[in-house]
């Protein structure tokens, strides 16, 4: 996972709302109207929300007549775990031009 791509995804996962809506999704999939219900939400802060769910590629949705559909991407979570782990994963010694100079 690219830097841009991270942040997308932090971003999204960033939000209370966003959280909540991924929680829910779990139980598997639903229909926006379902989501609206439980998220006391409006209609188009709930599609910003799920905008931003999909450009981070962690939930996918189909459109059925008038209605959208969503699930968890859940292909998206090895990925997921990759980039929190390389996150935290030490590099090796810094070069002597990259080491401290404070002293």
Request: net charge neutral; hydrophobic share 40%; aromatic share 4%.
């Amino acid at each position: 996972m690219d830097e841009r791509e991270a942040v997308r995804v932090f971003k999204a996962l960033g939000d209370e709302k966003r959280l909540r809506i991924l929680s829910l999704l779990r139980q598997g999939e639903r229909c926006a109207c379902v989501l609206l219900e439980h998220l006391n939400l409006s209609q188009p802060t709930l599609s910003h929300h799920m905008k931003i769910l999909c450009e981070a590629r962690l939930v996918t949705g189909r459109k059925e007549g008038k209605w959208v559909y969503y699930s968890l991407n859940t292909a998206q979570a090895p990925v997921l775990e990759q980039a929190v782990h390389d996150l935290f994963q030490l590099s090796a010694v810094p070069a002597e031009d990259e080491a401290c100079h404070c002293q």
